[in-house]
């Protein structure tokens, strides 16, 4: 995959001029997108209804459409005036402005070690290549703030960011607690069927389709359908890692192939771009299935960008 080119999710459409207005390294560009966003819950803000809705902007031309100042994104902004999001609009922000640029990047799924002691906390963060390698980089934390890792370079693995991936398979083989990965420690929305899920949102975002934390499709968004009003906030640590019918074997093919990529392997890099092709179940349809943090549910149609029926 050309990841200098942008996605149907990160391209920024009308604003593209914005983009590359910015500067060209990757800690401007994250002081930039620190100044665009802020998070909804990290920040400590209370946003009214109307204003949480813009966690599901979902597209970087709409984030962008959000912006509440002319000129130059760099002009400072009060953070209560920045567009709510969350650690995958940063990073989409990031990956946009970068491949605006013409650098290689590209948005990682999975769960940090840094956020919160003894938890591992989902997470998005930004891969660029710098001629050389990929470097992880967290733009939605600045970088003076003292964190227990280089948030310009984070290691992909214990201690950094363990990819979705790295996480299913130490979950399988019982190396580690499921439930010790979710939203935090004091939220239940973490365990097994959690880590499986961002398995295949961690193949997605590899693929280009960077969706939501909390879009489902397929047999999981009907799975979930079931259990009720609000699954996500209730009953998502109880779930197994699997729903009726189904098995692990998938996401355990997954997760080596993901694995060994990231080692390097061009033969699992492209297998994985041929499983995502022909197997519907690892990507997200015309229509996806919101699950926001704001407590509504509801059909996306993502060629549309409007609720399903609209």
């Known amino acids: 995959m050309d990841y200098t080119r942008q996605t149907r999710f990160s391209d920024p459409g009308r604003h593209r001029d914005r983009l590359t207005a910015l500067p060209r390294d990757v800690a401007g560009i994250g002081a930039v997108a620190r100044n665009v966003l802020v998070h909804y819950r990290a920040s400590g803000l209370d946003f009214p209804p109307d204003r949480l809705a813009e966690i599901d902007n979902r597209w970087v031309e709409r984030i962008l459409d959000t912006v509440r100042f002319d000129g130059p994104l760099g002009t400072p902004c009060p953070a209560e005036q920045r567009v709510v999001g969350c650690c995958r609009d940063f990073t989409l922000f990031t990956v946009a402005a970068l491949r605006a640029h013409g650098v290689p990047a590209r948005s990682r799924v999975g769960f940090a070690d840094y956020l919160e002691e003894g938890f591992h906390v989902d997470h998005v963060v930004t891969e660029w290549h710098d001629g050389s390698r990929w470097v992880a980089t967290d733009t939605q934390l600045n970088p003076a703030a003292g964190y227990p890792v280089d948030v310009a370079d984070v290691p992909l693995g214990p201690g950094g960011l363990r990819t979705a991936a ?112 022909s197997d519907p179940r690892l990507r997200p349809g015309d229509v996806v299935s919101c699950h926001s943090p704001r407590g509504v549910r509801y059909e996306v149609d993502l060629r549309s960008r409007a609720p399903a029926g609209a």
């Open 166 to 277: 790295q996480a299913w398979r130490a979950f399988r083989r019982g190396e580690d607690d499921p439930q010790t990965y979710g939203v935090g420690a004091g939220v239940p929305i973490r365990g097994p069927l959690m880590i499986r899920s961002y398995v295949l949102l961690e193949l997605a975002h590899r693929m280009g389709d960077e969706v939501l934390l909390w879009d489902l499709w397929g047999d999981e968004a009907a799975f979930v359908e079931s259990l009720g009003p609000a699954p996500l906030a209730e009953s998502w640590a109880a779930l197994p890692p699997s729903w009726p019918g189904d098995g692990p074997e998938l996401i355990d093919e997954i997760a080596d192939l993901l694995v060994a990529a990231d080692g390097g392997s061009l033969v699992a890099e492209r297998t994985l771009a041929e499983r995502y092709a």
